[in-house]
């Protein structure tokens, strides 16, 4: 693998290489580090990388800029960073894992297990953070049934019938979400995988059902494209 250590911190990136390479060892090809968002910028040109690991504060330059500049990279995103109140935004971008300082070598060892175990389209993402009372937690979205939008809030059903809350717009949130899930009306996103069948009540109207018996609406204009999704 190809690293690269984006941190302005010269100890705190020191620490955070020891770590990585005591979990990676020999997997390791090459790992650098940049504290600058040019120097990064400028490295990420120059030569692939596998793994980001980006700090979002450099020495009073904010590591968005450099998230938004690296979108369409080819490598998985990690976050290091205190700053766990980002955490919601910076997962828009697709990133894959958001590890809060100070860093422990068994946490940093679950994000970069995600690295291996990622199964990306793009810059899809496979887990969504919540923010819960003791910090970010981390859900697998193929634990997800449908997404139910409520204003700045989404609500997250997942297929064990438990509900989980997310502060994020829907539309903001179907730009990371695997192409697994679909648009069915203006308030939901499902898992076509968790579709049962499609249900027509006339005039125009539609329910979707999955596989747990819950029955969503389907609107008409999402009808077309959804039920040639699920039954070709």
């Known amino acids: 693998m190809r690293i690269l250590i984006v941190e302005d911190e010269k100890v705190a990136a020191r620490g955070l290489q020891r770590m990585v390479e005591s979990i990676l060892g020999k ?21 692939p990388v596998d793994i980001l690991f980006l700090d979002l504060n450099l020495n009073g330059e904010n590591g968005f800029e450099l ?78 049934s449908y997404f139910r939008g ?24 179907a730009k990371v979400l695997p192409l697994q899930f679909s648009r069915i009306h203006r308030s939901y996103i499902v898992d076509k995988r968790d579709v049962h069948c499609v249900i027509s009540h006339g005039g125009g109207m539609y329910d979707v059902e999955l596989a747990g018996g819950a029955k969503l609406p389907l609107s008409r204009i999402h009808y077309k494209d959804f039920k040639d999704v699920i039954f070709g």
């Open 67 to 144: 998230l938004q500049w690296a979108a369409a990279g080819s490598f998985n995103t990690i976050i290091v960073s205190a700053n766990e109140d980002q955490a919601l935004r910076a997962f828009e971008y697709g990133v894959l894992d958001f590890v809060p300082k100070p860093v422990s070598e068994e946490r940093l060892k679950k994000a970069i297990s995600r690295v291996k175990d990622a199964d990306y389209s793009g810059k899809r993402a496979k887990y969504l953070p919540i923010r819960k009372p003791k910090g970010i937690v981390l859900i697998q979205l193929e634990e997800v």
């Open 150 to 173: 409520d204003g700045n809030y989404v609500e997250i059903k997942l297929k064990t019938g438990v509900s989980e809350y997310h502060r994020q717009t829907l539309e903001s949130l």
């Open 27 to 47: 997997e390791i090809e090459w790992i650098g580090w940049e504290a600058s968002l040019d120097a990064s910028k400028s490295a990420l040109a120059g030569s």
